[in-house]
């Protein structure tokens, strides 16, 4: 696979390259050394039955091969929830996130729009928690969607949807990364 954009956000490129360039070239090196990408989901869907396209659960598998050989692990937070005057508590609840090394956290996204933002949503967490310096998020460009099952969404989307929000959310350094094949 190959980086055809990247966009950083409050510092996010810059922090990954000051503090912690060999971490950054891990993550170059786990999207470039992903060379197996063949189109093999067959669609069931009504707008292009029969077409091959790209299978997000290989990839995600490629990925997370990449990344553990590598020393990159999940962390998961875990926590009761109570809310104030609710009776309800929810044990075991927690957030995750796939690849974690040092303080970088990196997801990968192959699914719907609302996973990459639920992906901030997660980096922020993990910052406020004093877990987390800066969070990468690696997605596929829209060219690369456009091949792939309908709901899968774009970096573009996120990018322009996180220049919108300016500093606001998510509120902590983030490099998004656009790759295709």
Excluded: W
């Excluded at 039955?49 to 962390?75: D, I, M, R, T």
């Excluded at 800066?134 to 969404?153: D, K, L």
């Amino acid at each position: 696979m190959r980086k055809v954009y990247e966009y950083s956000h409050l510092g996010g490129s810059e922090i990954l390259q000051v503090r912690y360039p060999q971490l950054e070239k891990e993550i170059d090196s786990v999207i470039a050394n992903i060379t197996n990408v063949t189109k093999t989901k067959i669609s069931k869907e009504k707008t292009n039955p029969g077409e091959a396209l790209y299978n997000p659960v290989a990839l995600n598998k490629s990925f997370e091969q990449s990344f553990n050989a590598l020393g990159f692990n999940e962390v998961r937070d875990v926590y009761t929830i109570t809310i104030p005057n609710h009776p309800t508590t929810i044990a075991r609840s927690y957030k995750q996130v796939d690849f974690v090394k040092d303080r970088v956290f990196v997801e990968v996204q192959f699914g719907k729009y609302a996973f990459m933002f639920y992906d901030m949503a997660k980096f922020q967490y993990f910052f406020n928690e004093g877990k987390a310096d800066v969070g990468i998020e690696i997605v596929p460009c829209h060219a690369m969607h456009a091949q792939m099952s309908t709901g899968v969404s774009y970096g573009e989307q996120l990018i322009y949807d996180i220049e919108r929000l300016k500093r606001h959310f998510p509120a902590v350094p983030v490099k998004v990364i656009l790759i295709d094949v």
